[in-house]
């Protein structure tokens, strides 16, 4: 499920120091390119081609790297790489299309849902969300308060400004 993968991403940004942003889109992409072709287009025998590929590994990791750059594209390829041997419960068409595979029958959007909802690793899943929640807390709770307008905190900057504008204020 898409929280499992999200866990792993967030473990990794924790505990491999790669980049947030890059390794949590990177845990979802290859979901969101297959699931809408398969479901939404009727494109491909099952909900895991051509985002669940080497190929696609390699394009989408070439693009990051130009836009984004090195540091970027090694989370990414991190995320990305961890998302497709999570999925290796089923099939993953790692090296198609030089290699044939054959996908299970293909079922329904609703059907899938229901399946993955009701297989047990959805509790290794949720177990690693939690970890992944309070591994991060922390850091979530610091850049809050970082962020947050707090009465009677002053930059120095700030600070000097005032002092300068009052002081000027005063003589005149
Ligand atoms: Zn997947």
Known sequence: MIFGHLAVSALEHRYVQVPFVPVMAAAVVPDIIDKIMHYGFGQH?????????LVGVAVSSLVALALFGKRNAIGWIVGYISHLVCDSGGVVPWFAPLV???F?????????????LTKPTLILEFGLAIWAILALKPRFIETIRLSAPMPGRHFPAQSD????????????
């Not at 400004?161 to 005149?172: F, L, P, Q």
Request: hydrophobic share 30%; aromatic share 10%.
């Open 45 to 53: 025998a099952s909900g895991r081609m051509w985002g669940h590929t």
């Open 100 to 102: 044939q595979y054959e």
């Open 104 to 116: 299970p029958p293909a079922m329904d959007f609703i059907t899938t849902l229901w399946t993955g």
């Open 161 to 172: 400004d005032a002092r300068g504008t009052t002081c000027a204020s005063e003589r005149s």
